[in-house]
């Protein structure tokens, strides 16, 4: 991935990173042609600079699960969940292997419990949600130590924690619930409730997992709801802390935030809305800074993630693209943040 003057393309080239407003209007997706006719027009928009690929140094993305492999998830749940009826689930309990799937391909790999992952920001689409918080839920449960039924529970429940969100008739995507309508505010906070009833007197699925798909936005200090209780199980803490860091960075019921904003919020929730422990095990494996994040530094130069460093998720190794003068530099610049103390990332700019 390299930065390139939008005045100084021809045409034929792929972004690297998708054209955005700064409200995260996508206007250009990444993998995008850049065709002759679409200059004049990025020109127009105020846009003077953009990321195309560069074989030679692109970042390095590392995720729990395939991308084509978590696509193949996402249009499964999709395709049962909107064909899905109230009280007519007879797809569901189809749908419910494909946790056990997800826990086995994280299962199957020692390696992925050793890594630190590039967690994307996202747009608000509750089913790659689903599919996300599951993949995190199962992956901090297997470093927490539960035993596989309680895993299997924890999977299936996060497939269907936000299933009642499609009762609402309102939108929730990049919104913050506490400045809804006194109505929709109602209506939003019903939906573990909807979900849970939606699913009551389904066999197939476990009391346990039930339980924590109806308090998956319970807090420690009883702030959440719709029971307001302080008590919840391990399992369920573990979806709780899951959901909430991947609403963040999706939008969900809440402004869209940048990963390294949802994990200061989730530094600061430790002991106040979750417990301790579970919070660190997600941290430990996040990385702050996610490959093709663009930062600057300290120092004034503009920086692009290429890859992580393991043990250290704050202290990315990036490819320097601009000097602390604002000449794009051509060459690559590489900068480990584990090798240069003085050096640190002052602001995220995408």
Known sequence: MKL?????????????????????????????????????????????????????????QVAILREDVEDLFKEKVRSVMERHIYNKNSDLEELSKTADVIITNILSNDELVEQIYDIRERSADIYEHSISVCSLAVLVAVKYGLDKDEIHDLGVACLFHDIGLRYLDFEYANVMIEELEDRKKKEYRKHPALAYSSLEKEKWITENSRSMILMHHERLDGSGYPLHTKESSVSAQILQVCDTFDEMICGIGCERARVYEAVEFMKYSKNVFYIEEVVNILLDFTAVYPAGTVVILNTNEMGVVVRQNRQFPERPVLKIIKDANGKIIDEDVICDLLEVHNVYIEKVLL
């Not at 939008?6 to 045409?11: L, N, R």
């Not at 054209?19 to 209007?25: A, E, G, L, R, V």
């Not at 200059?39 to 030679?56: A, C, M, N, R, Y």
């Open 4 to 60: 390139c003057k939008v005045s100084e393309i021809k045409g034929s080239e792929r972004l690297a990173r998708p054209i955005m407003t700064s409200n995260y209007q996508e206007l250009l997706a990444a993998g995008t042609v850049l065709k002759p006719e679409y200059i004049p027009k990025i020109i127009q928009l105020g846009i003077t600079e953009v990321f195309i690929e560069d074989s030679k140094l692109n970042p390095e």
